[in-house]
Nanobody
Framework: QVQLVESGGGLVQPGGSLRLSCASSGSIVSIYGIGWYRQAPGKQRELVAFISSSGGTNYAGSVKGRFTISRDNAKNTVYLQMNSLKPEDTADYYC????????????WGQGTQVTVSS
């Protein structure tokens, strides 16, 4: 059973930073492509960042240059470093495994809330 657990969300001021973590079971991080998705109130869920099993990355245009996705295979963990946060980054953030930069995979974490507000 694939398990994904997100952590690191919270309340930050605009311009601040957060690092989200997605801890996975087994060797999921090295086997599957991992995506970070977010869903703001009243909005559709969107892909924020993606890292393939081969290490390639993709970012939504709205976060490129501010967010960085990375993986630590030894820790079975994927990170999303979020810098220069904006109020429009406010959303629930979800980790997803098994997908591509186009389609999500079957496995989701429970989500972690990020609120950017002054």
């Amino acid at each position: 059973q694939v398990q994904l657990v997100e952590s690191g969300g919270g309340l930050v001021q605009p311009g601040g930073s957060l690092r989200l973590s997605c801890a996975s079971s087994g060797s999921i991080v090295s086997i599957y492509g991992i995506g970070w998705y977010r869903q703001a109130p009243g909005k559709q869920r969107e892909l924020v960042a993606f890292i393939s099993s081969s290490g390639g990355t993709n970012y939504a245009g709205s976060v490129k240059g501010r967010f960085t996705i990375s993986r630590d295979n030894a820790k079975n963990t994927v990170y999303l470093q979020m810098n220069s946060l904006k109020p429009e980054d406010t959303a629930d953030y979800y980790c997803n495994a098994g997908g591509t930069a186009t389609f999500p995979g079957l496995y989701w974490g429970q989500g972690t809330q990020v609120t950017v507000s002054s």
